[in-house]
């Protein structure tokens, strides 16, 4: 059922790199355009890095993305998934951060999901650091915890910050487990790694039921068996996938705010993410693109190229919702 109202700007029609670049080249849908709700999937920027501790600059990834995701053809090279003709999807446009406050920008990031999940669409988005997925959760989340598999070198498990500050890049996941937003023993994260402050993060989740696979016992495994059983932990619960750009080694994905070496490659990251193929997904997100450290771009494209799987999976749950 492809729907001419929510096709991207073919290559054919007008050259990828000519044009004013939306995700994907789909058409922009605002809130009061008459199509909004018709929209299965939206794609959405969440251009904020107020909860980085370290090196900033993924503010700007939504931008950067959007521009290298003009490069992405239409059709899944090997599930041949066609995701812009299973459901409608569009490009939401941005939502609007207070860059000078925290606690207001997570009411404003809450308050838009929440209207999205009233309208019943599907988000997919695109940080920010990775304290986005947060309100994210608050906003879409419902009546029963869900469920989520996490990429990602960082467990984002960690206590407050300085001792006081609660809300940062670092503890999305363990406000959300306290929130009830996610059930911690649905909880998977994959590709942990890194040097530590301390194991308290680790120690903290696995006493929740998390199950935390670090890099080392994912490349010893293999992804296929990892995600065997990630898949059969989160069974058919609705789940959350969220994608970190630095899960990947940052010889493929270096504009990252806190890169850690020893991640997989992008085409085992490709891998990981079409394995989610056929869960319940309720939404997803790739953040922590940060494009000032992306001195080639390759991090923006490889990023677009995650969101490229992700809407894939995203959009075969979709279809049978
Ligand atoms: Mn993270
Ligand atoms: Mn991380």
Not at 87 to 95: H, I, M, R, T
Not at 145 to 155: E, L, N, V
Not at 182 to 194: E, N, S, T, W, Y
Not at 295 to 320: K, R
């Amino acid at each position: 059922m492809s729907n001419a109202d929510f096709q991207p700007v073919s290559g054919l029609d007008l050259p990828r790199f000519a044009g004013v670049p939306t995700f994907m080249r789909l058409p922009f849908i605002s809130r009061d355009n008459a199509l909004f709700s018709e929209v299965n999937i939206g794609l959405v920027g969440i251009p904020w890095d107020g909860g980085t501790t370290n090196r900033p600059g993924a503010r700007h990834g939504p931008r950067q993305v959007r521009d290298s995701s003009t490069m992405i053809r239409a059709q899944h090279p090997v599930s041949l998934v066609k995701p812009f003709e299973l459901v409608n999807c569009a490009d939401l446009g941005d939502v609007s951060p207070n860059p000078a406050d925290l606690e207001d920008t997570l009411n404003r990031v809450t308050q838009y999901y929440k209207g999205l999940a009233t309208s019943g669409i599907t988000p997919l988005s695109v940080g920010g650091d990775h304290l986005v997925s947060l309100p994210v959760l608050r906003g879409i989340s419902a009546a029963e915890p869900f469920a989520m598999i996490h990429f990602d070198a960082h467990t984002d498990l960690y206590a407050g910050y300085f001792g006081k500050t609660k809300y940062t890049h670092g503890t999305p996941f363990r406000c959300a487990i306290e929130e009830g937003l996610l059930d911690p023993k649905k909880v998977v994260q994959i590709g942990i790694r890194g040097t530590m402050y301390s194991t308290e993060d680790l120690e903290w989740g696995r006493e929740r039921g998390v199950t935390i696979i670090t890099m080392d016992e994912a490349r010893e495994r293999g992804h296929q068996n990892v995600m065997q059983q990630a898949r059969e932990i989160v069974g058919d619960t609705p789940t959350y996938a969220s994608f970190d750009i630095d899960f990947i080694d940052p010889a493929f994905a270096p504009g990252t705010g806190t890169p850690e070496i020893g991640g997989v490659d992008s085409w085992t990251a490709q891998q990981y993410v079409r394995q989610l193929g056929g869960l319940n997904l309720v939404g997803a997100d790739m953040v922590e693109v940060s494009p000032p450290f992306d001195q080639s771009g390759n991090t923006a494209w490889v990023g677009a190229s995650i969101m490229f799987e992700l809407l894939c999976v995203l959009a075969q749950s979709a279809s049978v919702r």
